[in-house]
RNA sequence: GCGAAAGUAGCUCAGUCGGUAGAGCGUCAGCUUCCCAAGCUGAAUGUCGCGGGUUCGAAUCCCGUCUUUCGCUCCA
């Protein structure tokens, strides 16, 4: 298991990531893509896509970030999505206020007390105001389990939206939110996309767009940040069918990961033990990052929570209809939801490797290698001279030009051959394509391998066919 | 948000007692080189995170602030 710093250190010093706006002293949890970053980032959007929407039954969509204010009631962020916290004056620690108080309760039950857990659990159900929540701690004499101490502040809320203004009028009435999550443009759309596609349960609607949360504290690099892009799935099916659907989708889902190439043994599912208001049935794809496992995607059973309450609150019908069976339901719902930066992190991870290798002298050194799947790496190519004369770079750079219709392709002529095929193996290029004094004569160059550092000598013509032939 | 640590070149780091900055690697230019980073010559790159204070003088001492890491907390 490699440092995460290791990793973050060759992001940078390679451009995939640099922090934002570094040269101010960056601003807390956002990160850019570099030039590197940016390609694998566009790779792994470009896979999902092709893996979730080039089929009969998935339509994509790309919804606006700004919604209708009434989408987010709905939904239930406008309620849900702000935490009721309290802080605690002696230890500074701060609390959720209803997770302290369901501890207390579970305390409770295990000294069997459970008259005064009923008690307690009876006014937690009923909390309507964060008042309340302060009136059962100081009754029930709740203490920091950090301090002990009663020493506690109101409970005040922290809202994860981020807010802004339609409008130039700074007032309550213009206030929309930067979406907390991708979905809800999807649901939405629900009606627009089914009559427009022509498509019918079970159908779903795929998108990747930026989300926004205002979390409290950002961690671990790439992995919790403020502002993140996701991949988003909702699979609309029958009413009684979503049991088939989510087992169906879990194993798709999964199978993606190891099409491109992540290692199953980095993998493990995570089962949601409390579910959210909407799901009722939700896992994790966690990886095993250096800090941890942590989750890259989830797929959730929403039920039709998010339709029907969308009906509710629009008013309009979000039904559908089967003329046929002569039936009409609100369709259930399945997501699969990733982390594009997340799971962009997770292949850097997965990718990052050293080995010892020996040279001709004996002696020894360490190798950095990206060992990226061939349908993820930043650049698919890079093509040498093997030295500068000789009518070697004019052939160099003349298949470079004609490799770059087709992949993202390097030229490189400075510095020894091998410190050339080093720098590729640290970007995590799998072919290195080389012309030395033969091409110049018969035309055939040194196809050199990524993992293997193997070379084959073929026809430059053929050199296309060669990489395609090994991306499936 | 709390606690702790850190922040000096692209990266990794050194910098003594306070006297206006160095190394290795990398990068760039050229030479050399017919296949795996180590040859030769030369070059560029720093308001020492930012702001203030103390001092004749601050990378160094003090205060504030930002950022990162670790631990709590949080992650419908």
Redesign the pocket.
Known sequence: MYK??TI???A??RGFVF??SE?????????DMGPLGVELLLNIKDAWWKAMTYREDIEGLDASILMHPRTWDA???TK??S?P?I?NKT??????A???IEEHIEKLKKKKKFDEADIIQAKLDAVKENTDYYDIIIAHEIKD??SGSMDWTEVRN?N?MFKTFVGPLEDSSSIVYLR??S?QGIFVNFKNVLETARQKPPFGIAQIGKAF?N???????L??TREFEQMEMQYFVKPGSEKDWFEYWKDLRWKWYLSLGMKEEKMRWKLHE??????NMAVDIEYEF???F??IE?I?SRTDFDLRSHQEFSGKKMEYVDTVNQERYIPYVIETSGGVSRGLMAFLCNAYDEET?T???G??????VMRFNQKLAPVTVAV???????G?PEMAHAIYKDLQKNFKVQY????????????Q??IGTPY?V???????EDGT??V??RDS???D?ISAVKIKNYIWDRMD
């Open positions: 995460l710093e973050i250190s060759l940078k010093r922090q934002s040269i101010y002293g960056g601003l807390n949890g956002c990160w939904s239930g962020h849900q999505f935490d916290m802080d230890s500074k620690s701060r609390q959720r209803d997770n302290l389990p950090v922290f994860l907390p999550e979905a949360r979390e409290i504290n950002t961690k671990n690099f992995f919790r409390k579910l959210a208001h909407y799901a250096p800090f941890g942590g989750e989830g959730h290798v040279d001709d002298k002696g020894s050194e360490t190798r950095v040498f001279p093997l030295v500068n004369k000789d070697m490189d002529i400075a510095g020894a051959i091998g410190r050339r095929y080093r720098r193996d640290e290195c080389t012309i030395d004094g033969q091409s110049v160059v040194t050199r391998e550092m193997k070379q000598r």
